[in-house]
């Protein structure tokens, strides 16, 4: 039973770990494509104008 309790806290950790680490990725590719398109605007304003 505490073996079985054990490897469910690992599992729950990693699980955990896992989750963070996707969000953390999402985020950071997110906030790049949106310095991207900012980029992208301000050159087209500046093309336009």
Same mark, same amino acid.
């Given at each position: ?13 990693? #699980?955990? +770990? ?5 969000? @953390?990725?999402? &985020? $950071? *590719?997110?906030? #790049?494509? +949106? ?5 992208? @605007?301000?050159? &087209? $304003? *500046?093309?336009?104008?």
């Amino acid at each position: 039973r505490g073996c079985y309790n054990q490897n469910e806290i690992m599992e729950n950790y990693w #699980k955990r +770990r896992i989750y963070i680490y996707k969000i @953390k990725f999402f &985020l $950071s *590719r997110t906030r #790049k494509i +949106r310095k991207r398109l900012d980029l992208l @605007k301000a050159h &087209l $304003s *500046r093309s336009v104008a």
